[in-house]
């Protein structure tokens, strides 16, 4: 069975600029959520999605969304690029609310 | 929201000794899950343990959720164990909430 995949693995952008990274869940995950790691603030909870709805959203701001496709993919964006969104963004797929979350090998986004 | 403490921040130990993680939080959660990241970045899920011992080859996991608290024991350490070890959590409303880790180095 295959993981979580995430593409691309590195971004670089310019402030101001947005950004869209895709994830695609192992076979029969219905829930997809979404991370940011920096060196400051540690793991951080984005969204979670499960049946194409927006199930829970973390304390990120308005720039920061997300959507799932009906085949379960699911690419956040990012919008009005500023230098404090650098970070490695994770995702993650499960069966379900309760279960264990797989996560993708995350993309690096450096923003200059 | 809910607070999620891991400790200790920092072990460095020698090839073969084993180590016990602590991972205390402040609510009553429906779910918790152990990772390691390994140094290449990946996240890799260890255990889903709400409560009650679970073990797998030399790791095993212990949930006390009436006290709040679990433990990761690590026996037998490989240099391939290095790493950093995250316990998170769900409770309430709330995604999955993370601790800051504990940074794993296992010397030779």
């Known amino acids: 069975k295959a993981g979580v995949t995430q593409t691309p693995r590195y971004l670089i952008k310019t402030r101001g600029q947005q950004v869209t990274l895709s994830c695609s869940p192992i076979s029969g995950h219905r829930s997809v959520s979404w991370y940011q790691q920096t060196p400051g603030q540690g793991l951080q909870f984005l969204f979670e999605y499960f049946s194409e709805t927006q199930r829970n959203k973390g304390n990120f701001p308005g720039r920061f969304s997300g959507r799932q496709f009906s085949n379960s993919r699911s690419e956040m964006n990012v919008s009005t690029l500023e230098l404090g969104d650098s970070a490695l963004y994770l995702c993650?797929?499960?069966?379900?609310?309760?279960?264990?979350?797989?996560f993708g090998n995350g993309t690096r986004l450096t923003v200059t | 929201g809910i607070q999620v403490e891991q400790s200790p921040p920092d072990l460095i130990l020698q090839e073969g000794a084993n180590s016990t993680l602590r991972c205390n939080f402040s609510d009553s959660v429906n779910n918790l899950q152990w990772f390691h990241q390994n140094p290449w970045g990946q996240l890799i899920n260890l255990f889903y343990?709400?409560?009650g011992t679970k073990q797998n080859g030399r790791l095993s996991a212990t949930t006390v959720a009436t006290e709040r608290y679990s433990l990761l024991y690590i026996s037998s350490s490989q240099t391939t164990d290095s790493g950093v070890y995250f316990c998170?959590?769900?409770?309430?409303?709330?995604?999955?909430?993370f601790g800051k880790g504990t940074h794993l180095i296992i010397q030779p």
């Open positions: 993650a797929s499960s069966l379900g609310i309760n279960s264990p979350l797989h």
């Open positions: 998170a959590v769900v409770g309430g409303a709330d995604g999955l909430t």
């Open positions: 343990i709400p409560s």
